[in-house]
């Protein structure tokens, strides 16, 4: 089994319903193990858009990263999400941030995350439930690549009820 970490994000619809789905469709893949407070964010891209609910989740599984990323992909289409607008609204949004200590650089396959280490959306859940996991390839944890970034972009944790879910 290995240790992967998923990113969730969701603005259209009802955002927590959307994370709350797509986590019990996630644990018939993956064996899930943590999952971080919800955090409310600004979007990156494309500006005029709602903000976005974001968490991330701990998980372990067997299937190797590209068949997991297509597990990933396959629920985000049957969710709803579109593809037509690049950084756009969604329905729900998965993104496989780690996966184990691999580092891999392929066509339709980044580890870690490309984007992650820019990403406070993703850094500061991640660092609520992983802040001394080391990043590949160069060793900083969480908590350093967090330090680093500066507090521009809005990253609100909020208590919503019922989040984050009973992994029991």
Same mark, same amino acid.
């Given at each position: 089994?290995?240790?992967?970490?998923?990113?969730?994000?969701?603005?259209?619809?009802?955002?927590?319903?959307?994370?709350?789905?797509?986590?019990?469709?996630?644990?018939?893949?993956?064996?899930?193990?943590?999952?971080?407070?919800?955090? &409310?964010?600004?979007? $990156?891209?494309?500006? +005029?858009?709602?903000?976005? %609910?974001?968490?991330?989740?701990? *998980?372990?599984t067997e299937l190797d990263a590209r068949e997991l990323l297509s597990v990933m992909a396959r629920l985000e289409?049957?969710?709803?999400?579109?593809?037509?607008?690049?950084?756009?609204?969604?329905?729900?949004?998965?993104?496989?941030? &780690?996966?184990?200590? $691999?580092?891999?650089? +392929?066509?339709?396959?980044? %580890?870690?995350?490309?984007?992650? *280490?820019?990403?406070?959306?993703?850094?500061?859940?991640?660092?609520?439930?992983?802040?001394?996991?080391?990043?590949?390839?160069?060793?900083?944890?969480?908590?350093?690549?967090?330090?680093?970034?500066?507090?521009?972009?809005?990253?609100?944790?909020?208590?919503?009820?019922?989040?984050?879910?009973?992994?029991?």
């Amino acid at each position: 089994m290995v240790e992967v970490f998923i990113g969730l994000g969701s603005n259209v619809g009802d955002p927590v319903a959307n994370l709350k789905e797509a986590l019990t469709r996630l644990a018939e893949h993956v064996t899930l193990e943590r999952v971080s407070s919800a955090y &409310l964010t600004d979007p $990156v891209g494309l500006r +005029e858009q709602p903000r976005f %609910l974001n968490a991330v989740v701990r *998980a372990r599984t067997e299937l190797d990263a590209r068949e997991l990323l297509s597990v990933m992909a396959r629920l985000e289409d049957e969710m709803g999400r579109q593809r037509d607008v690049r950084f756009g609204p969604r329905t729900i949004d998965l993104d496989l941030l &780690l996966y184990g200590n $691999v580092t891999c650089q +392929e066509p339709g396959l980044s %580890l870690p995350h490309p984007r992650m *280490a820019d990403r406070r959306f993703v850094l500061v859940p991640l660092s609520e439930i992983a802040p001394a996991i080391r990043m590949p390839p160069d060793g900083w944890t969480v908590a350093e690549l967090l330090s680093r970034l500066p507090a521009s972009q809005a990253v609100d944790r909020i208590q919503l009820e019922g989040w984050p879910p009973s992994l029991g």
